[in-house]
């Protein structure tokens, strides 16, 4: 089996002022990685018209592009529309499901999501009490159930996870403690270290810091543009 | 007047809920008759925003916008996991 080379970016924030900066800075990406992964916050509003902006920066690269969607790609109800546009420009959008993808004789399983949040362990949101509060913690549940469903029948040499909120703490660092449940929850951590991966790229925390664990030992990377000040950062999955 | 806590807060929902920045992860400090902005941007017109969206949340008060750019680089070296 060979090396997967896995390039990763978070919250692009596109929009129409952001037209034509960003693919520039992907020039040359085939020669560094086999695979370019964004992990959410593609635009500011979540608008059809940013959703055109992305899949204008990200069409006809010369490597396979997988997406998740983010919290502010939902902030105008067209999460479904955006995901359309990209999936038009040959981006893989993933909603809780997984592809595979088949390179230099190797193949790479990517599940994901947007995920959600709700904490972690110890400090966290139970499903009890109001129909709000059961229905939040209940979202990131049912999103770590079909990530859980997807990577148990998943046949692939790497398996990454692509989320856009957070599975740990340890890339949250820098983020103040009291907006943690927002950030991320340790349900989607769980999912992954129950059913097995390489590693997890999320996004969303832009104060965060970019290298962490699962508590089962899976590689954690947020790549938020804030936090790698990079088009992307380039991870390579080594052969077993 | 209100509460410097108070104020800030109010800021910090107007940058986040606000169509024109949307912005959620800018840090507010309010001192005195001075609010500061602190945070990263990717775009010049994005950080002079900020600042409109904040002075018209809390008329009267000075804004020292602090936030940072982004300065997205070439991708460096590649990370064996």
Request: hydrophobic share 40%; glycine share 10%; proline share 4%.
């Amino acid at each position: 089996m060979t090396q997967t080379r896995v390039a990763a970016v978070a919250d692009i924030h596109m929009g129409e002022d952001l037209r034509g900066r960003f693919r520039p800075k992907l020039h040359g990406i085939e020669d560094r990685a086999d695979v370019l992964l964004v992990g959410g916050d593609l635009t500011r509003h979540g608008t059809i018209a940013e959703g055109r902006v992305v899949a204008d920066e990200l069409r006809d690269l010369p490597i396979p592009v997988v997406a998740v969607l983010g919290n502010h790609d939902y902030h105008s109800d067209c999460e479904q529309a955006i995901t359309a546009i990209l999936r038009d420009a040959g981006v893989v959008v993933l909603d809780d499901e997984a592809t595979i993808l088949s390179m230099n004789g190797t193949t790479l399983g990517v599940v994901g999501g947007k995920g959600f949040g709700g904490g972690f362990a110890g400090k966290c949101a139970s499903e009890f009490g109001e129909p709000e509060t059961k229905a939040f913690v209940r979202h990131t549940r049912h999103i770590a159930e079909r990530w859980r469903h997807a990577l148990s029948g998943l046949d692939s040499d790497h398996r990454v996870v692509l989320s856009h909120y957070s599975p740990v703490k340890d890339t949250l660092m820098g983020e103040p403690t009291e907006i943690y449940p927002f950030l991320g929850s340790y349900l989607l951590a769980e999912a992954a270290d129950e059913e097995g991966a390489d590693l997890i790229i999320h996004g969303h925390a832009h104060l965060g810091t970019e290298k962490g664990l699962t508590p089962g030992g899976i590689q954690v990377r947020n790549v938020a543009v804030p936090v790698i000040g990079m088009a992307y950062t380039v991870y390579r999955l080594n052969g077993a | 007047m209100d509460a410097p806590h108070y104020v800030a807060a109010r800021v910090q929902r107007a940058l986040a809920e606000d169509e024109r920045t949307v912005e959620l992860g800018i840090r507010v400090d309010v001192r005195g008759d001075k609010i500061f902005l602190r945070g990263r941007v990717s775009a010049p017109e994005r950080r002079l925003l900020i600042e409109d969206v904040a002075r018209e949340a809390a008329p009267g008060l000075s804004v020292h916008n602090e936030i940072t750019l982004v300065e997205v680089r070439e991708p460096g070296e590649e990370e064996p996991l």
